[in-house]
């Protein structure tokens, strides 16, 4: 478990590696490679290619895609956050976690349309 009180788990050979990728970016790029880091743990490749992401953006009539859990991605902020005070680093801004979901989305549907290519 990630927090004492959610329901984020991740795998601890998966925490470790986000955990050290982190603590080698730039202090200020730790909280968005952490982030990076632990939504593939978070949630499954399908969930992130077949979803529109926070949902941030207003929802058009013919995209019928569901938003990500907001609870998990509140919690993942929370963890994020928290790891960097506790290791002197940056606090992740909205901008950056913002970025990260997106490019893991982005990522996730360029992955999936190459696996129904094979």
Same mark, same amino acid.
Not at 20 to 35: D, M
Not at 93 to 100: V, W
């Given at each position: 478990? !990630?927090l004492?009180d959610?329901? /984020?788990e991740?795998?601890e050979?998966?925490?470790?590696r986000?955990t ?7 202090p200020?790029r730790?909280?968005?490679? !952490? ?9 499954? !490749?399908?969930?992130?290619?077949q979803?529109?992401?926070q949902?941030? %953006?207003k929802?058009?009539?013919a995209?019928l %895609?569901?938003v990500?859990?907001?609870?998990k991605?509140?919690? /993942? ?5 928290l790891?960097?005070?506790k290791? +002197?680093?940056?606090?992740?801004k909205?901008?950056?976690? +913002?970025d990260a ?5 982005s990522?996730? %549907? ?6 129904q290519?094979q």
């Amino acid at each position: 478990r !990630l927090l004492k009180d959610s329901n /984020l788990e991740a795998w601890e050979d998966d925490l470790r590696r986000a955990t050290s990728a982190a603590e080698k970016a730039h202090p200020t790029r730790s909280g968005f490679v !952490l982030t990076c880091k632990l939504i593939p743990c978070i949630f499954k !490749l399908e969930e992130l290619a077949q979803s529109r992401g926070q949902g941030l %953006r207003k929802k058009k009539e013919a995209d019928l %895609r569901p938003v990500l859990d907001p609870t998990k991605l509140g919690d /993942l902020k929370e963890y994020v956050n928290l790891w960097c005070h506790k290791n +002197n680093k940056d606090s992740v801004k909205d901008l950056d976690f +913002n970025d990260a979901i997106s490019e893991k989305v982005s990522y996730a %549907r360029r992955k999936l349309k190459t696996f129904q290519r094979q």
